[in-house]
């Protein structure tokens, strides 16, 4: 394998987030707030729509790391900055992930910046993950 690099990009993932997501979701975390099954809810409260969870949003864009398959994902954080609206139909709401090698950090772990998307706008902010290769 070659030499890592700061500003190494890693391969982007796309990934559609639907509905029957959402459920599956909060069956498995107990999340079952309103907001990201009932549009009348969601759409009570000031949303315009069903959103996913920003902790599944979070999840997504960690898949960019271990996808790498360069090492241990160590420590991951990221804030919500705009929510994914999902649409009630089967194709889903998409989310574009990426990440670049910010940093080669003094104990040799990597820092990676990474980049989740919705209709063009990020939807986490200050989203850093640190590998130990």
Same mark, same amino acid.
């Given at each position: 394998?070659?030499?890592?690099? /700061? @500003?190494?990009?890693?391969?982007?993932?796309?990934?559609?987030? &639907?509905? !029957?997501?959402?459920? %599956?979701?909060?069956? *498995?975390?107990?999340?079952?707030?309103?907001?990201?099954?009932?549009?009348?809810?969601?759409?009570? /409260? @000031?949303?315009?729509?069903?959103?996913?969870?920003?902790?599944? &949003?979070? !999840?997504?864009?960690? %898949?960019?790391?271990? *996808?790498?398959?360069?090492?241990?994902?160590?420590?991951?954080?990221?804030?919500?900055?705009?929510? /994914?609206?999902?649409?009630?139909?089967?194709?889903?709401?998409?989310?574009?992930?990426?990440?670049?090698?910010?940093?080669?950090?003094?104990?040799?772990?990597?820092?990676?910046?990474?980049?989740?998307?919705?209709?063009?706008?990020? /939807?986490?902010?200050?989203?850093?993950?640190?590998?130990?290769?």
């Amino acid at each position: 394998m070659s030499e890592i690099a /700061v @500003g190494d990009a890693l391969p982007e993932l796309e990934v559609r987030v &639907t509905r !029957a997501d959402l459920v %599956r979701y909060a069956g *498995a975390a107990l999340d079952f707030n309103p907001i990201h099954w009932n549009e009348a809810f969601a759409k009570g /409260v @000031g949303l315009p729509d069903v959103i996913a969870h920003g902790m599944l &949003t979070m !999840a997504l864009a960690g %898949r960019v790391v271990t *996808a790498w398959g360069l090492g241990t994902l160590v420590d991951y954080q990221a804030r919500f900055t705009r929510p /994914v609206v999902v649409p009630n139909d089967d194709t889903g709401a998409l989310v574009e992930l990426s990440g670049k090698v910010g940093a080669i950090l003094e104990d040799g772990t990597i820092r990676v910046d990474l980049s989740a998307k919705f209709e063009g706008r990020a /939807v986490l902010g200050k989203a850093i993950a640190i590998i130990r290769p």
